[in-house]
């Protein structure tokens, strides 16, 4: 279940309450694991989404009907993880998985390591 885009979000905690109680687990796990790579990273809703911003937009992460998505916004960090992303569906910017097999946390703090690096440069 996707959030109800009636009224618009403002925090990330908004937006998990919002989530089916498998979502809302899988993507608090998610956030923790963003918070603690990047402790410096400041919370935000960007395109009704919870992101996080360090030297600029660093990663995001949503629910959508049919799945949970991480968000590196980068298509270079997706494909220099490539072999590690294998079993997920993948596009440009875009992890796909599911509740119930989610990212697992050393995966995620590598990409998120990755795009802290990127928007260093």
């Known amino acids: 279940m996707a959030p109800k885009p009636m009224t618009k979000v403002k925090t990330i905690d908004e937006y998990l ?5 498998d979502k809302r687990v899988a993507l608090q796990k998610l956030r923790k694991t963003i918070r ?10 960007s395109y009704q989404l ?3 911003r360090l030297n600029g937009m660093l990663v995001a992460f949503g629910a959508t009907a049919n799945h949970c998505a ?12 490539r072999d590690e992303l294998k079993e997920y569906d993948t596009s440009k910017g875009t992890i796909r998985f599911q509740p119930d097999n989610p990212l697992p946390a050393a995966l995620v703090r590598k990409l998120v ?9």
């Open 17 to 21: 309450a919002r989530l089916s109680d």
């Open 36 to 45: 603690a790579a990047a402790p410096r990273a400041e919370e935000c809703i």
């Open 50 to 52: 919870p992101a996080y």
């Open 70 to 81: 991480f968000y590196p916004m980068s298509a270079a960090t997706v494909a220099a993880y």
């Open 113 to 121: 390591k990755a795009r802290i690096a990127e928007n260093a440069d």
